[in-house]
């Protein structure tokens, strides 16, 4: 997207960010990048966001996902307790749905229009599942000259034991993959209880950490193979092509390849962690360029090939933090706002926004879960009120 650098660089206020623990393996500098002591509201600050789920029956919704295929973006994935969105489900009960976009899909990025959502998380014979479902994960990615790679897998986690034939109820939580347009559930089966799970941009595989490890599973031949052999790993994150794949455990955030038998390096201290899309060049071969995380209640950005820490916002983190596959944009939660921050990998230029990004209306509380676009058009948010809320940023 093209957006003023300089200029909005300019009217930042440069305060000062709390200091971060540093330690040899977590980088050898910060920088503060654009950093100001609140994100001012604009005069409308709804101008440009839309409420795209609604509850009528006291309903919450959370975890937005986009599909990340370039700047079409056909696919938006949620969680929501609500009972009158689609299909048949049981009160109370966290569901997962897919929402289609629908109308002109421009390669611009141009605005957004929501269509119909669809309940994945459905139990067999159309009953409604009997536990709670949660984590959505949708694939995509970028082709050469900016075209949508199709979005075909989405993921996600649950405990209920109908989703598929077989499930042992044994009470652990399990991943499950499934075609995001529509068609049968496949649960993944590996050993222990599921603590997080993504689908790879190109859909080749589904990263699942659980109780016992990290493990790759590939949908093609319905293989199971441990990346990782280590209780108390979450948040796993992997690049579009499935080559290495970042995770948290502990305080701490680690980068480990899918391929060969390489150690897992440890990469920074922090949690929640977002990777980019990964390197297309020949040189990068798909690997993790830059990650973004949490840290003392701040948002971090730290890039590998320099390994340098990029402050990109002195707000306090509410929220997880979310880095579009360009690596260049964050996005975050901060009480009733949402933070955009914009650093380029390539030029270093920066172009954070004074403004926020949406924000829940008066009474909606505060935002919950965030989540953006593949070129930052846009930026999905929850709140505590229960809405699911969609900015535009812009067109590129």
């Given at each position: 997207m093209r957006h003023p650098i300089s200029a909005r660089a300019a009217r930042r206020s440069g305060v000062r960010v709390g200091a971060l623990v540093l330690t040899a393996a977590t980088a050898t500098s910060v920088v503060a990048v654009g950093a100001s002591a609140a994100l001012p509201r604009a005069n409308d600050p709804y101008k440009k966001q839309q409420l795209v789920v609604r509850s009528a029956d006291g309903g919450i919704a959370t975890e937005p996902d986009f599909s990340h295929d370039s700047r079409a973006n056909r696919f938006l994935g949620y969680v929501s307790t609500a009972t009158n969105i689609a299909g048949t489900v049981a009160r109370g009960t966290r569901n997962v749905y897919v929402l289609s976009r629908t109308g002109s899909i421009q390669a611009s990025g141009n605005a957004w229009q929501p269509g119909a959502s669809r309940l994945v998380s459905a139990g067999l014979g159309g009953q409604p599942a009997n536990g709670d479902s949660w984590a959505?994960?949708?694939?995509?990615?970028?082709?050469?000259?900016?075209?949508?790679?199709?979005?075909?897998?989405?993921?996600?986690?649950?405990?209920?034991?109908?989703?598929?034939?077989?499930?042992?109820?044994?009470?652990?939580?399990?991943?499950?993959?499934?075609?995001?347009?529509?068609?049968?559930?496949?649960?993944?089966?590996?050993?222990?209880?599921?603590?997080?799970?993504?689908?790879?941009?190109?859909?080749?595989?589904?990263?699942?950490?659980?109780?016992?490890?990290?493990?790759?599973?590939?949908?093609?031949?319905?293989?199971?193979?441990?990346?990782?052999?280590?209780?108390?790993?979450?948040?796993?994150?992997?690049?579009?092509?499935?080559?290495e794949v970042v995770y948290a455990r502990g305080s701490s955030i680690y980068t480990k390849r899918t391929s060969g038998n390489p150690r897992s390096k440890r990469v920074a201290q922090g949690s929640h962690p977002d990777v980019d899309a990964g390197g297309q060049t020949k040189k990068d071969k798909g690997r993790v360029r830059a990650v973004a995380y949490t840290s003392g209640g701040k948002a971090f950005r730290k890039r590998l090939d320099t390994g340098v820490v990029e402050d990109l916002g002195s707000q306090d983190v509410t929220t997880n933090v979310k880095l579009n596959a360009g690596g260049s944009t964050i996005v975050y939660g901060t009480g009733r706002d949402v933070g955009v921050r914009v650093r380029v990998l390539e030029s270093l230029k920066f172009g954070g926004y004074d403004r926020a990004q949406g924000t829940c209306p008066e009474g909606q509380g505060d935002v919950t879960h965030v989540a953006v676009s593949t070129r930052y058009n846009y930026v999905a948010f929850t709140c505590e009120g229960g809405g699911l809320y969609l900015q535009h940023v812009g067109e590129k």
């Open positions: 959505p994960s949708l694939s995509g990615f970028t082709k050469a000259g900016d075209a949508p790679g199709a979005a075909k897998q989405m993921a996600f986690l649950s405990n209920a034991t109908n989703l598929v034939a077989g499930t042992p109820a044994d009470g652990r939580t399990f991943a499950y993959v499934t075609p995001v347009g529509g068609g049968a559930l496949r649960r993944i089966d590996a050993p222990g209880s599921a603590t997080g799970v993504e689908v790879s941009g190109d859909s080749t595989a589904v990263v699942v950490s659980t109780t016992t490890g990290l493990y790759l599973f590939t949908p093609r031949n319905g293989k199971v193979r441990q990346l990782v052999k280590a209780a108390g790993i979450t948040d796993p994150s992997v690049t579009a092509r499935a080559t």
